[in-house]
């Protein structure tokens, strides 16, 4: 089945403590992103990657970091998480198999609460 | 700058009657728009698109309508299911983007269907 999956789901910690969300898809997708939600927002890009050891910054970067060393896994690092971090996060793999419309298949989301 | 705007936070219809969702966007540079649902606990799912070259694209129960002059879209549920209700999110992408995957998402819209 094609998924992409997310780790943990629910996550709460204090500040400053670094914690990584861990995200993998196996639908052999190159480009990867992280998106979160907040209320009266919608989404917003944090970060995405193009393919292996290329990332970027999307949208709302600051505090956040990323890696991709493999094509499957991009996990999304907070070495010093603050309070605005809390949200609800989604990891998100795209599919061109529509031509130049990039699905997007997100992960079922991680929500995240900072102290 | 909120590019892609849903200005109607929720919407309550009652079954079998049609629901339209409605989404205004600023950038003209957009080409292609998708419609994303979303569950409670899930990530949200691809429903539908429209490239910028059409003004209609339909779908069983579900038709999206464009219209580039007022920068406007909107989706037409036809009729509404209480398995319907959910958060459904407007997407915009734009090519130049340069296939970062990117897509450029509204605030979102509630629909309750009411059996």
Redesign the interface.
Known sequence: EAQVTQNPRYLITVTGKKLTVTCSQNMNHEYMSWYRQDPGLGLRQIYYSMNVEVTDKGDVPEGYKVSRKEKRNFPLILESPSPNQTSLYFCASTSYDLGPVPEQFFGPGTRLTVL | DQQ?K?NS?SLSVQEGRISILNCDYTNSMF??F?W?KKYP??????LI?I?SIKDKNEDGRFTVFLNKSAKHLSLHIVPSQPGDSAVY?C?A?A?GSG?????I????TTLQVKP
């Open positions: 892609v849903q936070p080409d292609y998708l994303y606990a899930e990530g949200p799912t691809f698109s490239s999110f997407a992408s090519n296939n970062t995957g990117k897509l998402f509204g605030q979102g």
